[in-house]
């Protein structure tokens, strides 16, 4: 799948296309890489699964794919996530 648009954050990268559903879908890359233990895989999961919900009605038809790209320090994730979901949609608005 070749995504049209990128946007980088402090801690994720989100790609992103337009669909023809109406409505927004997400996937996640949350490699061993980064979050060597389960636990730490399923969180990040967990995190953004969580910020896309709460998201997902201020977003357009678009097929997002999450990828952490950093392990993450110190601050607020979701912020930077939620930041970073939006940027992607209205940078792929624009495409």
Known sequence: MTYRCAVRSR???VMSKP???G???LGMIVSKRLFA????RNRMRRLIRETFRLS?????ALDLVVR???QPGEGSLAE???VALVSAAAKCGKC
């Open 11 to 13: 801690y994720f990268q």
């Open 19 to 21: 669909n023809e559903l």
């Open 23 to 25: 409505h927004a879908r």
């Open 37 to 40: 233990r389960a636990v730490d």
């Open 56 to 60: 997902a009605n201020a977003l357009p």
């Open 68 to 70: 952490p790209s950093s």
């Open 80 to 82: 930077d996530l939620r």
